[in-house]
């Protein structure tokens, strides 16, 4: 840093002014490759890079996990026992250092019983302010809390106070809730379709069950029914007696015997529930989950009307608003209404509240109401969430850490989130951000770009300095910056149209739309302005719809992306046919998995409180395979190679010469059209991020044929230079045959569209309308919605 030369009215620098850097050398965590860096404190810095480069590494997986790691340890070690263990990052020199606050895109838990307003704290400040002022007054908070239940209970107690003292105490005990008894504080129920299990018209005798895999003659299933003695098998179903039909669906567990085999009846309901209601649905062969979703019906309970709270809880007002109405408000609204309430003796927590909401409000979320299910945010929307808690804070010299934060944002939008990150660098803060979008990069006081390629030709520092030193510099983002997708000169014209009547969603207005089919559509709008509601929620079902979606991929540390798509097959039988073995000795996860560490590669040892460590397996040192297994050889490479090969170099290895497998080809090549190329073929699915999990998904639904393809942001994650990819991608699905429907913000992907259909004018109930339907030509020249304006300047018009 340099300084002024002193004078000799000047004092002397202190030595702690000293400490304006954040260093880091050698950083070896993930990809990164040695990597040195010095980040300026108090500055907003943003990381860039193409996808896979390596640019979360130097923010989230150093920096911020190790000053996690030391503010954990100023705990004691029972303290310590309760948190979540961090080993210490692979890095030679961290100094400098400050506490690191972490925003990321990790989607809130998806609950049934958790809403934005239990995972922020404005939930239980109302709760408070209902318990304090509601009339009449009904009891505690907890009164008013959706997922406590009432308790009664009483009892003798003994209290053991030395051999002369023992004796029994009388004691009663009651916990007033506010959960509704009925639904459980989920505000759903549940209910089987009985007209989907049989046909009625049919005994039992002819074969009235339509449950997959319910033959006739199944001893275990039908044959109970028929031969319990309970039910005339012979009489159809419609004709059962009362009793019955009390039997048939709903009876209890009960011993019954059936050509002298001792048997278990109980009704069809609790069976079906048993045998496929209690497993994953996603885990389901396709007709049956398909029977699963036709049988079962989700409902609004009818008790508390979808509020979750019990009958007390809603009797309770304040100026004739219960809890349960001030939930379903909008926020933007209930920030009006408490800004109403002047009550003295709660002065303090209406203050708090007022700030809560308006937070909301101040960073775009005002259009979520306080009953909206947290697992219904997308990755954006719960980031945002969690920054609220930090707006107001009154703490500096903190490192805020942000993972992608335009993420789900509309360029309208964008700038209000650039005010929130320079603001918290203003406060004194040091502010890291991992982007894309160049409206961010444009702010940046500091730039790192990281590359120059993804996986393991990424993890180096390729240009850091200024935004226009970035420009200048020759990078691949320094190129892309100034990157400009022109309108289409002409469109696709539509195959057919999937048409929305009435779509009430969320907050949609009775809204009709014809969704164009054969071409690339896009679905834009300002963030909250009821996208999402249209295309997932208000597209009709069974239309041969595939959402692909940023959710979270269920799997393990031992699902890969080989795994997943389905790739290790074709492998593990060219594997076999070339060596005379059975296939399962090529998976490390059943026949060749190493002994030593059940094919894990890894040994975990867990020490309390401190970092559990994880030793490479010395048997087959991290292999996963048994050693015989890899004797096995298959083009030169043994198994384990393979998987350790990236996506692009298994590409060419299975294309031609002595290991040419088609079968293995045809998905790697899928998998490189979706820009994972740098993806190893064995890297954990836990390792990747919500845009990578999304174009996995993608790659795995290609080889379907016709249908209609719903992507939820695909640009997510994405740098600008894959963008490019992406269109090219999007053009050879529609051509193939293909419909894709994409809710998108990235003004090049509206560029590129065949037809945009534009949602708003605003957010919440001041959105849910089509305030556009057309080509994008169109939209630039009328200007008439915001998404038009931003769309006009980005392609220059």
Avoid at 300 to 313: I, K
Wanted: aromatic share 6%; glycine share 12%.
């Amino acid at each position: 840093m340099s300084m002024a030369p002193r004078t000799d009215t000047q004092s002397p620098a202190h030595v702690a002014d000293r400490h304006d850097l954040i260093r880091v050398h050698g950083a070896r965590v993930n990809n990164l490759q040695d990597v040195s860096i010095e980040i300026p404190k108090r500055r907003l810095t943003v990381f860039t890079g193409v996808s896979g480069s390596g640019k979360s590494s130097p923010v989230f997986h150093t920096i911020a996990a190790e000053s996690q790691r030391l503010i954990n340890e100023t705990y004691s070690a029972f303290v310590q026992g309760f948190m979540p263990t961090l080993a210490r990052p692979e890095v030679d020199v961290l100094d400098g250092l400050t506490t690191a606050i972490i925003v990321d895109q990790q989607r809130l838990g998806a609950d049934p019983r958790s809403t934005v307003g239990t995972a922020t704290d404005a939930n239980a400040m109302l709760r408070i302010l209902f318990s304090r002022l509601g009339q009449p007054h009904i009891g505690s908070p907890h009164a008013f809390a959706f997922n406590v239940p009432t308790v009664r209970a009483s009892g003798a107690l003994t209290v053991d106070r030395g051999a002369a003292k023992t004796r029994a105490v009388k004691k009663t005990f009651t916990r007033t809730g506010g959960m509704c008894t009925r639904c459980e504080g989920r505000g759903t129920v549940s209910d089987i379709d009985l007209t989907q299990l049989y046909d009625d018209s049919k005994s039992i005798a002819e074969g009235a069950f339509t449950i997959p895999g319910w033959k006739s003659d199944s001893f275990w299933t039908v044959r109970v029914y028929a031969e319990s003695g309970l039910l005339d098998p012979h009489k159809p179903i419609r004709k059962f007696t009362k009793r019955e039909m009390q039997d048939f669906p709903y009876r209890e567990p009960t011993k019954v015997k059936v050509e002298g085999v001792n048997l278990t009846y109980e009704g069809l309901i609790p069976k079906i529930q048993k045998s496929f209601l209690s497993k994953d649905k996603e885990a389901l062969q396709p007709h049956i989950r398909a029977f699963v979703e036709r049988a079962v019906t989700f409902t609004t309970c009818p008790v508390c009307d979808g509020t979750r709270l019990s009958e007390a809880a809603r009797s309770s007002r304040i100026d004739g608003i219960n809890i349960a109405d001030a939930c379903a408000m909008q926020i933007s609204d209930l920030a009006g209404w408490v800004r109403g309430r002047d009550e003295p003796t709660v002065a303090p927590l209406l203050t708090a509240l007022q700030g809560t909401l308006d937070s909301f409000v101040e960073i775009g979320l005002g259009y979520l109401s306080l009953d909206r299910p947290s697992g219904t945010l997308s990755g954006g929307e719960a980031q945002r969430v969690k920054m609220i808690r930090h707006l107001g804070s009154s703490l500096t010299d903190t490192t805020y850490v942000f993972d992608e934060p335009t993420a789900g944002l509309h360029p309208h939008d964008i700038q209000r989130m650039n005010d929130l990150l320079l603001r918290l660098r203003d406060k004194g803060n040091t502010v890291l951000v991992v982007e894309h979008k160049p409206q961010t990069i444009a702010i940046a006081d500091h730039v790192v770009d990281l590359g120059p390629g993804a996986g393991t030709a990424g993890g180096t520092v390729c240009f850091e300095g200024t935004v226009e030193g970035l420009r200048a510099g020759g990078t691949v983002t320094g190129r892309h910056l100034g990157d400009r997708t022109a309108l289409k000169e002409t469109v696709r014209k539509p195959t057919g149209k999937l048409p929305v009547r009435g779509a009430t969603t969320h907050n949609l207005q009775d809204v009709d739309v014809d969704i164009p089919l054969g071409v690339l559509a896009v679905v834009t709008g300002v963030a909250g302005s009821g996208k999402s509601s249209l295309v997932h929620g208000s597209i009709p079902a069974g239309s041969g719809v595939v959402s692909v979606d940023q959710g979270a991929i269920k799997g393990s540390r031992r699902s890969n992306p080989a795994t997943y798509t389905g790739l290790l097959e074709p492998i593990r039988k060219a594997f076999a046919k070339a060596n005379g073995v059975k296939p399962g000795l090529f998976s490390a996860n059943s026949e060749g998995a190493c002994p030593h560490c059940n094919g894990a590669g890894v040994i975990y040892t867990d020490l309390a409180m401190m970092a559990g460590v994880a030793t490479t397996c010395e048997e087959c040192e991290g292999k996963r395979f048994e050693a015989s297994v890899l004797d096995h050889h298959f083009g030169g490479r043994d198994i384990s190679e393979v998987l350790a090969m990236s996506v692009a170099q298994a590409e060419e290895f299975f294309g031609d010469g002595e290991a040419r497998t088609p079968a293995a080809h045809r998905i790697l090549g899928r998998l490189a059209d979706v820009g994972l190329g740098y993806l190893h073929l064995g890297q954990p699915l836990t390792t990747l991020s919500g845009g990578e999990r999304q174009r996995l998904k993608l790659a795995t639904h290609m080889a379907e044929k016709g249908g209609i393809y719903v992507l939820d942001e695909p640009t997510a994650g994405l740098h600008l230079a894959d963008v490019e990819q992406l269109l090219g991608l999007l053009d050879r699905l529609v051509d193939s045959g293909k419909s894709v429907i994409g809710v998108e913000h990235h003004p090049a992907v509206m560029a590129h569209a065949d037809w945009i259909i534009d949602l708003g004018p605003g957010a919440g109930h001041d959105g849910g309308r089509i305030v556009f339907e057309g080509t994008p030509t169109d939209l630039v020249a009328t200007r008439s919605t915001l998404t038009g304006e931003h769309l006009a300047a980005y392609v220059g018009a």
